[in-house]
């Protein structure tokens, strides 16, 4: 399996480049239409054909690069089935695996950051990898308070399809704030400041309902370009238009 991790400033977002050598084929989860432009090239100067790109959740913090890597690459656009997107090519749900050549994705149904969201899980049989989304970050977990997003959802999700995996699974998060970059389900479990050593429920919906968080800057018009797979919707603001512009006069 070739791997790579990409990054989008603006949003702090982690794009993920999955390949599978045998069979020539990969998959980029959570790409952002931001730096759409860069991952094709990235790809090309990689040899690669990118076959699909695959999303956790309908993002509110940034426009998802489907729609855009579509039109340069041919790729197709795979989302939770539970979303019903018409833009989408592929659905993925719990239970089915979804397959990048000879490597075998789980999708695991984890709501709560979003009542839709899905990780995602590769065992290449080494590692066990964990594309956690927006639910488990590194050391913190995705807000609630959005989206139909629900705190005791989530921590139900993170404990029941999370901490149950091996501890030495790597987690790698759609989003990080502080420069890090990977880390595991051992050091979530130990040190997560808003989950670690076995933190009660109630305790977690306390602590998630009251953190009087900024309102999402980007949500009036990511949420409704991501229900179509990117494609920019006229509300953008001035100051984020410059990767729309790109996207429309492609």
Known sequence: MIFKQLFEPDSSTYTYLINCPETETTALIDPVLDTAERDAEVLRQMGLRLDCTLDTHIHADHLTGARRLKE????????????DLPCADIGVKEGEVF??????????????????????????????????GDALLIDACGRTDFQSGDAATLYRSIHNKFFTLPD?????????????????????K???PRLAQNKPLQAFVE?????????????????PGNERCGECPPNVPEQYRAACERHDQG
């Not at 656009?77 to 979303?83: E, F, G, H, L, S």
């Not at 990048?100 to 899905?118: A, K, Q, R, S």
């Open 99 to 132: 397959r990048i050549g000879t490597i075998e994705l789980y999708p695991l149904f984890t709501p709560g950051h979003t009542d839709h969201h899905h990780a995602y899980l590769i065992d290449n049989g080494t590692h066990k990898l964990l594309f956690s």
């Open 72 to 83: 340069l690459t041919g790729s197709q656009i795979a989302y939770p089935a539970i979303d």
């Open 168 to 188: 030495e699974t790597l987690v790698y998060p759609c989003h990080d704030y502080e420069g890090r970059f990977i880390s595991t389900i051992a050091q979530e």
């Open 190 to 192: 130990a040190r997560n």
């Open 207 to 223: 602590l998630m309902e009251n953190m009087d968080l900024p309102y999402p800057r980007k949500i009036d018009f990511a949420v």
